[in-house]
């Protein structure tokens, strides 16, 4: 089973700035990689599928790249919506491994 | 508009089963592939289960193989999941997500969850 991981847990950022998460898989998953984002009492949303290819809606501010098994979800100029706790998600040969997400918070 | 709504939770005693339904509307059920997630209190997502838009292929968690079943009715347009012998650490809110967006397993609609405590 592939196992996912996310760096860092926490990461705190002022409003404006960019934030850089990271995603690793336990083994190669080519671009089967999505990103999710959960605002508080909120269902999760989907931001980032194929690596890098952004879902429908999702601002320009929302930028994914990597594939094999390393990952990056950069959000730029933060904006107060955007302040949530993001997952990757590997969906290679259709399981869907999330990783344990990374918590986006105010500086 | 693509709308899921998750039934069936609520408080089990441990060593019951109970059933979840999803309800899909706004899209052609059959087309798509279904998932269900579930998260525990506090705690992040956790990928259970996935079957195919036709019902030929199912996918399972390691951490919950045997114990559940996902099945679906084309014809209702309703997935569904069955948790057997439930057991303290299956308390969580199960969320059923469409998978399939570009042909890929992302899961692109969710539902709002239905929660399942398992206590005696």
């Known amino acids: 089973e592939i196992v996912m991981t996310q760096s860092p847990a926490t990461l705190s950022v002022s409003p404006g700035e960019r934030a850089t998460l990271s995603c690793r898989a336990s083994q190669t998953i080519s671009s089967n990689l999505a990103w999710y984002q959960q605002r508080p009492g909120h269902v999760p949303r989907l931001l980032i599928y194929?690596?890098?290819t952004r879902a429908t809606g999702i601002p320009a501010r929302f930028r994914g790249s990597g594939s094999g098994t390393a990952f990056t979800l950069t959000i730029s100029g933060l904006q107060s919506e955007d302040f949530a706790v993001y997952y990757c998600?590997?969906?290679?040969?259709?399981?869907?491994?999330f990783g344990p997400g990374t918590k986006v918070d105010v500086k | 508009q693509v709308q899921l709504v998750e039934s069936g939770g609520g408080v089990v005693q441990p060593g019951r089963s109970l059933r979840l339904s999803c309800a899909a509307s706004g899209f052609t059920f059959s087309s798509y592939a279904m998932h269900w997630v579930r998260q525990a209190p506090g705690k992040g997502l956790e990928w259970v289960a996935v079957i195919w838009y036709d019902g030929t292929n199912k996918q399972f968690a390691d951490s919950v193989k045997g114990r559940l079943t996902i099945s679906r009715d084309n014809s209702k347009n309703t997935l569904y999941l069955q948790i057997n012998s439930l057991r303290a650490e299956d308390t969580a809110v199960y969320f059923c997500g469409r998978g399939g967006v570009a042909g890929t397993g992302a899961l692109d609609y969710w539902g709002q969850g239905t929660l399942v405590t398992v206590s005696s």
């Open positions: 194929g690596a890098s």
């Open positions: 998600q590997s969906y290679n040969n259709w399981w869907g491994t």
